[in-house]
């Protein structure tokens, strides 16, 4: 189906009621309470709130690594309650991104082969792999740096190399926890810059998790959590987000 007739028709993740619990008997904790969720296509949304309040528990469930408790949750059309674990692991390496606060890049491989590792898990000859994620490490500003090793990048190249890594694979619902957390206001921001240009797109959602109060000026829509409940949902100033992929380092 188009994306873009996919975008108008519903939302990319719907939440209904959705509770998570972990452990068992007296030392069992809810950590989500019933929470409503829909994520458009077309935007970024911002999970919010203390910590400790669910944010990346909420977060792993969307994007498939937990399993909710109770309730309802529908990811890209999918019943992702209803999936086995087999099922899931194909849906989230086909359809699913993943940014996250620590690079968890491979150290033996290239900046080009870690972003690349999405396709080669997929099955796609290391080849053609590798020259797509070349092309989209150069758009991110990173052709001078494609057989570098992760040792010997900057932290905010580093980040970059993880974005491609997550979006190689053209997955249409990129998740990112904290992403900008471990990086200096300016890198944190150039790379909010960078994830806006390159990941948001009609057919494709972005969920961030963030504490980075910094970055709430990239949001479509941001929503606050607290002791594992929605409690509030709210726009964001526009943004004119502009490529500055030259001036990150």
């Known amino acids: 189906m188009n994306h873009n007739v996919q975008a108008m028709s519903h939302p990319a993740v719907v939440c209904r009621q959705v509770t998570k619990d972990f452990g068992a008997g007296e030392n069992q904790v809810r950590v989500l309470r019933g929470v409503d969720l829909d994520v458009p296509f ?3 949304m ?6 400790g309040c669910g944010k990346t528990t909420l977060l792993s469930v969307v994007a498939g690594l937990l399993n909710a408790t109770g309730g309802e949750v529908n990811v890209l059309g999918a019943d992702a309650r209803r999936m086995s674990g087999s099922e899931a692991v194909q849906f989230r390496r086909r359809n699913i991104g993943f940014v996250f606060q620590q690079y968890n890049l491979l150290p033996a491989l290239t ?3 870690n972003a690349a590792v999405p396709l080669l898990a997929a099955g796609v000859p290391k080849k053609t792999a590798v020259a797509a994620a070349s092309d989209l490490l150069a758009q991110l500003g990173l052709a001078e740096r494609l057989h570098a090793l992760p040792s010997t990048l900057s932290g905010g190249q580093q980040q970059r190399v993880a974005l491609a890594r997550a979006l190689v694979h053209e997955p249409r619902l990129v998740v990112c926890d904290e992403p900008t957390s471990a990086l200096d206001h300016e890198t944190g921001n150039a790379v909010m810059e960078l994830l806006t240009n390159v990941a948001v797109r009609p057919g494709r959602a972005v969920v961030v998790v963030t504490h980075d109060s ?3 000026q990239f949001a479509d829509r941001i929503v606050h959590m607290d002791d594992g409940r929605i409690v509030e949902t709210s726009g964001a100033a526009s943004r004119s987000a502009q490529p500055i992929f030259a001036g990150v380092n």
């Open 42 to 44: 077309g935007g970024m």
């Open 46 to 51: 911002l999970l919010v709130g203390p910590s």
């Open 111 to 113: 900046a080009a082969e």
């Open 214 to 216: 910094r970055v709430f």
